[in-house]
């Protein structure tokens, strides 16, 4: 388990991608509202459809690659349920953090229950035309992060 800990750690400082709901990130001074609507999405019963957005990604990247996820302990080739589970959880307490390891890819997925989008850390050019592909298929945007 340490090893993996450690890969993390290290795929953390690598470049980042994010599928986000939103096509561009918001500029701190462009006069919207962007933390009353992440509020509202995050606090009200439209966080159900960000929670099956987010499922069906993993699910399908799922179908793709090897994943190991850490929630609360390190699962290798977790059921669909199992991941459906956890964003729910994660969603509904309002804290916590899943991380899907791609195994063979050396690519990190961040889920984090406060945020109305998925890190993706270190995706190669073949990872990222499939997860930007997903990202469209679920109504999400794929950009570099910080862009």
Not at 38 to 56: P, Q
Not at 67 to 96: F, Q, T, Y
Request: hydrophobic share 45%; glycine share 4%.
């Amino acid at each position: 388990m340490e090893s993996k800990m450690k890969r993390i750690d290290a795929l953390l400082k690598k470049p980042c991608f994010i599928i986000d709901f939103l096509p561009e990130q918001v500029k701190p001074d462009n006069g919207g509202q962007f933390f009353d609507v992440e509020y509202y999405l995050l606090n009200s019963d439209k966080h159900i459809g960000i929670k099956d957005r987010f499922t069906a990604v993993i699910l399908k990247l799922m179908c793709y690659y090897h994943v190991a996820v850490l929630l609360n302990d390190w699962a290798d080739r977790p059921s669909p349920k199992l991941i459906e589970g956890a964003v729910c959880e994660i969603m509904e307490n309002h804290s916590g953090t899943l991380n899907v390891l791609f195994v063979d890819k050396d690519v990190l997925l961040v889920f984090d229950w406060d945020c109305l989008n998925l890190s993706v850390y270190n995706p190669t050019e073949d990872v990222q035309s499939i997860m930007e592909r997903i990202a469209f298929s679920e109504g999400l945007f794929w950009r570099k992060a910080g862009t």
